[in-house]
């Protein structure tokens, strides 16, 4: 089925442990992004791409890193993690070309630092 | 940059009466989108309806209907005919025409029976 696919659907660290966040999607978008979302609260970007080899901050960088060296993919890597970064993630992704710029998102992934 | 305000945090409804959920932007843009997500429990981000700030007419879908106020920068969400099954969150987001989006904080909303 075409969509977004994230994995792992759930992960848990250790602090100062790394860990990547697998993201692909299969509709030839160019736009793709991550959020994390805290309890309560809506989500917040994280970082996203308008394309292979362009990527950008968003409202909550700090302590993550990204690239995108094919269409598809789009990995988020905690390079250190924190109790801070415990939030679910959701990755997204959009055409601004075709006009209809919906974000169809993956399913999300829990992560739990302790 | 580009805020949303969605200033109630929970609501509720009965079953088969009408709901309004408000949503408020800030943005120096003029051309955009606006959306509503819907987030059940499962957490899966759903679409649930779709304006774009260029056009004047408010849009719907089903159920769903929207009032755009441009120049206010309000994005009203109404729910006709309540069913149980629209219990969930509900976000409001902004996207910008280079596809950056924002999201509110959410409004969680139940349905009783």
Redesign the interface.
């Known amino acids: 089925n075409a969509g977004v696919t994230q994995t792992p659907k759930f992960q848990v660290l250790k602090t100062g442990q790394s860990m990547t966040l697998q993201c692909a999607q299969d509709m030839n978008h160019e736009?793709m992004?991550w959020?994390r979302q805290d309890p309560?609260?809506?989500?917040?970007?994280i970082h996203?791409s308008?394309g292979a080899g362009i990527t950008d901050q968003?409202?909550v960088p700090n302590g993550y890193n990204v690239s995108r060296s094919t269409t598809e993919d789009f990995p988020l890597r905690l390079l250190s993690a924190a109790p801070s970064q415990t939030s679910?993630y959701?990755c997204?992704s959009?055409s601004?070309r075709s006009g209809a710029?919906?974000?169809t998102?993956g399913?999300?992934s829990r992560l739990t630092v302790l | 940059a580009q805020t949303v305000t969605q200033s109630q945090p929970e609501m509720s409804v009965q079953e088969a009466e009408t709901v309004t959920l408000s949503c408020t932007y800030d943005t120096s843009e003029n051309n955009y989108y606006l959306f509503w997500y819907k987030q059940p429990p499962s957490r899966q981000m759903i679409l649930v309806i779709r304006q774009e700030a260029y056009k004047q007419q408010n849009a719907t879908e089903n159920r769903f209907s929207v009032n755009f106020q441009k120049a206010a920068k309000s994005f009203s969400l109404k729910i006709s005919d309540s069913q149980l099954g629209d219990t969930a969150m509900y976000f409001c987001a902004f996207m910008s025409q280079a596809g950056k989006s924002t999201f509110g904080d959410g409004t969680t909303l139940t349905v009783k029976p």
């Open positions: 736009y992004s959020y309560g609260m809506g989500l917040r970007l996203y308008v968003g409202e679910v959701f997204a959009s601004v710029n919906v974000l998102f399913a999300g």
